[in-house]
């Protein structure tokens, strides 16, 4: 009869163990799928590797890049401000231009990377800032993001993640102190590509009075 028991209780402990493991997530070939995630979500967010690999990195690897775009765009009421990097990686030194509109007012330098740094060929104010020019976005950040929408279309060959709004990750606390955004703002991130070689990632903080959109883009080498 204690044995009876006994067979019963592990039974009854392995039911709960099994039970709690498939509601924390699924096993997909061996790999896990978190529970924020359903399986056809999963294996397209995997497509996006390429950026997200290029995000975590605290030093940007160039190698096998075309070119590199960065960009902040800020509203704020009535008032618009864009600030915008354009590297040729092909060039030596991967030089460009780097373009500033305020309002009307627009003017343009040409520019240089290097070591992490960018070099003005002449003087400009205000300089591009080079948190953002190389921004790092750990992976956990996605993984813990709940998707919104998804988008792949076969004519431009332009796929698409939308994620829901939040307002947790380290990321966009440090993003929102940045630039003395108020409480009740939000922030959205999306990423997309397009041909397999034009990567990019946006980052939107919004706020009643105050908007505030980063971008940036990858652009590899064909082959």
């Not at 939107?204 to 080498?221: A, D, F, N, R, Y």
Request: charged residues 30%; neutral net charge.
């Amino acid at each position: 009869m204690k044995k009876f028991k006994w067979c019963l209780w592990l039974t009854g402990v392995l039911v709960i163990l099994l039970t709690a493991s498939s509601l924390n997530a699924c096993s997909l070939g061996g790999e896990t799928i978190p529970q924020n995630r359903t399986k056809e979500q999963y294996e397209f967010e995997k497509t996006f590797d390429p950026m997200f690999k290029f995000l975590e990195q605290e030093q940007k690897d160039f190698n096998g890049l075309e070119a590199y775009k960065s960009r902040v765009y800020i509203k704020n009421g009535d008032e618009v401000k864009r600030y915008e990097i354009d590297l040729d990686i092909t060039k030596a030194d991967g030089k460009g231009d780097y373009r500033i509109q305020i309002g009307e007012n627009k003017k343009t330098v040409p520019v240089s990377y290097s070591n992490g740094k960018l070099h003005y060929d002449s003087e400009i104010d205000p300089l591009f800032d080079e948190e953002i020019l190389n921004l790092v976005v750990k992976r956990d950040v996605f993984d813990s993001l709940n998707v919104k929408r998804t988008l792949r279309t076969g004519a431009t060959e332009l796929s698409e993640i939308i994620y829901q709004s939040e307002t947790q990750s380290e990321l966009f606390q440090k993003l929102k102190s940045k630039y003395d955004l108020p409480e009740e703002t939000t922030c959205q991130i999306r990423v997309d590509y397009s041909d397999k070689t034009n990567y990019g990632i946006t980052i939107q903080l919004t706020s009643k009075e105050m908007s505030v959109k980063i971008g940036l883009t990858i652009i590899k080498k064909r082959g």
